[in-house]
């Protein structure tokens, strides 16, 4: 066995508090942690108002008691810029964030705000005022909404998504990658050259990290791109000219590059910025004119269109999720949406069956009523013919039509045995 050296100076090291604090802060997603900065922001704010007064930061409190009466507060008084009330799925995630917070902060305090043994008054307040909004109508979430089949069709086929541009190949990349990797809103700002890998049948789209990883999941999510129909659906091949393109010394890892102006260079040898990546789905549904007035379009709508195409496309729950990453079905089932045109077919389908039965029995009495008695009579012998022979077994009504027409004279119902009976006891005792 070879003796390793462990006097070497490049064995070991001794990390820095700065680095053990960003390797355990790398944990924490970053649209957690962004959450929390962003509510912690809103609370202070709205503790110094002038028309609130408090001095002191929450965290500085020891009482439990006072937070929960503070956050209550909070809650109830807390208003948008605009005056407004935040929607109810903001008021539980504030809740949620400034709790995450104050165990941050405060030394040894693990408890949770949403807890309602530990926060009965907080939990009311909550409750009570998600009620409220909900039966006055207001604060209702705007979920992501996601693009139709015909939608996407038309800007696949747009100018502004030409692959000889190269803001057209950007656009056109993008959405291929939203199409097919299902990647969350936010997992386009850290998205890697690494992660794609160029095969004979197609890229393999490899995530590292994902959302849902906390539970100690250190295996790689991989999807493995379709192959290219050539010169109708070419993915692939749009993937190879954009990265084709990159500059020869970029040393950029980030997959995403900003467009150059210079002549004979398309892409820089940076990252392209955060705010443009930000908003790529919802430009490119405005430069394709694509009708997004009154829709809640963003980059997760990217991941909302691809799941619905998964279903659409008449795939099982446990495929899609293949595609997706969730760890449940109740996860992408929340994807599975009926749109508010479904539901106008659907009802539409109601009333056209309940249409079609009215018809159908009108129509069938008035068949009745024209036929004449001698159809009639030929139809029941008819129906008479397809009864099968000596079956052992005849219908009530069967047997009373053949007492009546004097073809069972022999038979006798149970009433009539009952009564012959009594008859017979009658004379036998006279």
């Known amino acids: 066995m070879e003796n390793i050296n462990f006097n070497n100076d490049n064995s070991y090291f001794k990390p820095t508090a700065e680095e053990l604090a960003k390797v355990q802060q790398s944990r924490v997603p970053l649209n957690t942690t962004r959450c929390t900065e962003k509510w912690v922001n809103i609370l202070n704010s709205w503790r110094n108002h002038q ?6 930061t929450l965290e500085s409190l020891s009482s439990n008691e006072q937070i ?36 941050n902060s405060i030394p040894y305090w693990n408890y949770n705000l949403l807890d ?10 909550l409750d009570g005022t998600l009620k409220e909004m909900k039966r006055l109508g207001i604060g209702a979430a705007k979920p992501h909404e996601g693009l139709t089949n015909e ?9 502004s998504m030409s692959s000889n541009k190269p803001e057209g190949l950007l656009r056109r990349v993008f959405l291929w990658i939203c199409l097919l990797g299902c990647p969350r809103g936010g997992e386009h700002y850290k998205l890697l050259i690494d992660q794609f890998e160029d095969t004979e049948k197609g890229f393999i789209f490899k995530k590292f990290q994902q959302k849902n990883d906390q ?141 079609e039965s009215n018809t159908c029995n009108k129509d069938e009495v008035l068949e009745d009523k024209e036929l004449p008695k001698s159809n009639t009579i030929n139809k029941n012998e008819a129906s008479k013919d397809k009864e099968p022979p000596n079956s052992g077994f005849s219908k009530a009504s069967q047997l009373l039509n053949k007492k009546i027409k004097g073809h069972c004279k022999n038979f006798l119902f149970p009433n009539q045995i009952r009564q012959a009976k009594r008859r017979r006891e009658k004379n036998y005792h006279k």
């Open 151 to 159: 939608e996407v069709k038309h800007i696949l086929q747009h100018d």
């Open 215 to 355: 539970g100690g999941n250190q295996h790689t999510f991989e999807i493995l791109f379709p192959s290219d129909i050539a010169d109708k659906v070419e993915p692939n091949a749009d993937i190879r000219k954009y990265i084709s393109m990159r500059h020869p010394n970029c040393t950029t890892k980030e997959f995403y590059l900003g467009i150059s102006n210079a002549s004979g260079q398309c892409y820089l040898n940076r990252a392209l910025g955060e705010k443009w990546i930000r908003g790529m789905f919802r430009e490119i549904c405005l430069v394709c004119d694509i009708d997004i007035s009154g829709r809640n379009i963003s980059n997760h709508s990217g991941r909302d269109t691809a799941i619905q195409s998964i279903f659409d496309a008449g795939n099982e729950e446990i495929e899609a999720m293949a595609i997706s990453g969730h760890n449940s079905s109740a996860g992408v089932r929340n994807y599975l949406k009926v749109t508010k045109e479904k539901k106008r077919n659907i009802l539409n389908s109601v009333v056209q069956r309940l249409t």
């Open 68 to 103: 929960e009466k503070e956050m209550c507060e909070f809650l109830y008084g807390v208003r948008t810029k605009k005056g407004d009330k935040y929607s109810r799925a903001s008021l539980k995630n504030a809740v949620a964030s400034i709790s995450r917070h104050l165990k």
């Open 51 to 56: 028309n609130v007064g408090y001095t002191y």
């Open 116 to 125: 309602k043994n530990s926060f009965p008054k907080l939990y009311a307040t």
